[in-house]
């Protein structure tokens, strides 16, 4: 494998690896100092894909701790709608600020986190692998 695709590799590794260490960061001071409320799925957001393939990302509706109706969509995308619309999920948020809020279920925490790991383990497998 030709040396720049290699570093090229490695970079991308080490990129994805600091968003899951920056994820992880994030995840402990919601714990910490979170707002916590019930939100409800409202509807999916569909994006449209290569070869007709739907992604759907749900938005959820909740009430920040001032009693305001707030709503977000998830970051999360998935291609079956779940969670379903009109499913209570749990929500959380730092103190004043709304805009921050997303899902705090765990599912929600372990898939963000496995996937900067396990996408900057891939990156940084085939660049060791292939570079000898």
Same mark, same amino acid.
């Given at each position: 494998?030709?040396?720049?695709?290699?570093?090229?590799?490695?970079?991308?590794?080490?990129l994805c690896v600091a968003g899951g260490?920056?994820?992880?960061?994030?995840? =402990?001071?919601?714990?910490?100092? %979170?707002? !916590?409320? /019930?939100?409800?799925?409202? #509807?999916?957001?569909?994006? &449209?894909?290569? *070869?007709?393939?739907? =992604?759907?990302?749900?938005?959820? %509706?909740? !009430?920040? /701790?001032?009693?305001?109706? #707030?709503?977000?969509?998830? &970051?999360?995308? *998935?291609?079956?709608?779940?969670?379903?619309?009109?499913?209570?999920?749990?929500?959380?948020?730092?103190?004043? #600020?709304?805009?921050?809020?997303r899902l705090d279920?765990?599912?929600?925490?372990?898939?963000?986190?496995?996937?900067?790991?396990?996408?900057?383990?891939?990156?940084?497998?085939?660049?060791?692998?292939?570079?000898?």
């Amino acid at each position: 494998m030709d040396s720049s695709w290699q570093i090229l590799l490695v970079l991308a590794g080490l990129l994805c690896v600091a968003g899951g260490l920056w994820e992880a960061r994030t995840q =402990v001071r919601m714990r910490r100092y %979170g707002v !916590r409320s /019930e939100g409800v799925v409202l #509807r999916h957001e569909i994006t &449209e894909q290569e *070869g007709n393939s739907r =992604v759907y990302a749900p938005v959820i %509706g909740f !009430r920040d /701790e001032h009693g305001t109706h #707030r709503e977000f969509t998830s &970051e999360l995308k *998935g291609s079956p709608r779940s969670p379903r619309a009109g499913a209570h999920v749990q929500v959380v948020h730092l103190p004043g #600020r709304p805009e921050t809020a997303r899902l705090d279920t765990v599912a929600y925490k372990v898939t963000v986190l496995a996937l900067a790991f396990g996408v900057g383990a891939v990156f940084l497998t085939v660049a060791v692998a292939f570079g000898r």
